[in-house]
């Protein structure tokens, strides 16, 4: 049989476990796009930004079958699991949420899932703070 105290903890216990899992869902369900500043050339490493663009070069590393895509002329690293579920061609027109990091001296955007890379029509509007782009 527990104490009172023991019960007392172990019911504090569940109850951060359900607020925990209730926060996760609550955010999994707003989604990364909502939480994504505009990229510009300062913001810091590690930041969750979006951009908006064409898509003006395309290639394959020379190791681990990633891309890096330019974006408007920014960097884009599509890590391999996900360059194998996306289809990007140069020209085409898309939304591209990820982390910031700086590679060999630049900044670039780094997709964490393909859900990241949402295409765009020429002709779309963007959204009132909706990035278009540096």
Same mark, same amino acid.
């Given at each position: +049989? $527990?104490?009172?105290? &023991?019960?007392?903890? $172990?019911?504090?216990?569940?109850a951060?476990?359900?607020v925990?899992?209730?926060?996760?869902?609550?955010?999994?369900?707003?989604?990364?796009?909502?939480?994504?500043?505009?990229?510009? !050339?300062?913001?810091?490493d590690?930041?969750?930004?979006?951009?908006?663009?064409?898509v003006? &070069?395309?290639?394959?590393?020379?190791?681990?079958?990633?891309?890096?895509?330019?974006?408007?002329?920014?960097?884009?690293?599509?890590?391999? !699991?996900?360059?194998?579920?996306?289809?990007?061609?140069?020209?085409?027109h898309?939304?591209? /949420?990820?982390?910031?990091?700086?590679?060999?001296?630049?900044?670039?955007?780094?997709?964490q899932?393909?859900a990241? /890379?949402?295409?765009?029509? +020429?002709?779309?509007?963007?959204?009132?703070?909706?990035?278009?782009?540096?």
């Open positions: +049989m $527990l104490l009172r105290q &023991e019960r007392l903890a $172990l019911g504090l216990l569940c951060v476990t359900v925990i899992i209730l926060t996760s869902v609550v955010l999994y369900g707003i989604g990364r796009p909502n939480f994504a500043k505009p990229y510009h !050339d300062e913001v810091p590690g930041a969750l930004v979006e951009i908006n663009g064409e003006g &070069e395309l290639s394959e590393t020379r190791t681990g079958g990633h891309l890096v895509a330019r974006v408007d002329g920014i960097p884009v690293f599509i890590p391999s !699991d996900t360059a194998e579920k996306v289809s990007l061609r140069k020209g085409d898309v939304r591209i /949420i990820g982390i910031v990091q700086t590679y060999r001296g630049e900044k670039e955007i780094v997709v899932s393909p990241d /890379i949402s295409p765009r029509s +020429m002709g779309e509007v963007s959204l009132p703070g909706e990035s278009t782009g540096s």
